[in-house]
């Protein structure tokens, strides 16, 4: 909660870095779908060719996040980032293969559309764990301990 009693969540701030990794995640579902329909037309697996599709478009979220959406939550070297959110996203990656094989074997959902259902499911879980740890700060200027979600909170007005 904030001074005023409203929760962080509704701050200007937490509403762009939301729309920013929204718009990244778009870009992933365009490279995920991809991939998921070129692996399946030469034949690939269609759980492996999930994996691989999901994988590659956390790689390449992981780069326009850091970049871009999470820019001034950066903190640690590159790889360190990069490690931390793989590993927090294989929750998101295990959440879209289920819904991708149930979707297909119990449903008769088409693949690409039962993919779309699970990045769905996986995207909130996913928006979570990014700005709870994988772009969390350690440290302020001062050399204190920041919490992750301080830097969405919204700004305090100035004493007079």
């Known amino acids: 909660m904030t001074d005023n009693g409203r929760s962080k969540f509704f701050s ?11 718009v990244v ?12 329909i070129a692996f399946q037309s030469m034949g690939v697996y269609l759980l492996l060719a999930g994996a691989v599709a999901i994988e590659v478009s956390i790689l390449s979220n992981f780069v326009m996040n850091d970049l871009w ?7 640690g070297h590159f790889a360190v980032r990069l ?19 149930v979707g297909t074997a119990y449903f008769g959902i088409a693949a690409a559309v039962a993919n779309l259902v699970g990045i769905g499911a996986a995207f909130f879980l996913r928006y979570a764990l990014s700005v709870k740890y994988a772009w969390m700060r350690t440290e302020n200027l001062e050399g204190g301990a920041t919490p992750a979600s301080a830097p969405l909170a919204a700004p305090r007005p100035a004493e007079a």
Request: no cysteine; hydrophobic share 55%.
């Open 69 to 75: 959406t999470f820019k001034d939550r950066r903190s």
């Open 25 to 36: 995640g778009a870009t992933g579902v365009v490279v995920n779908e991809g991939l998921l």
């Open 12 to 22: 200007l701030a937490y509403f762009h870095s939301f729309i920013k990794f929204s």
């Open 83 to 101: 490690v931390k959110f793989n590993v927090l996203m294989l929750a998101g990656l295990v959440l879209n293969l289920a819904v991708l094989d």
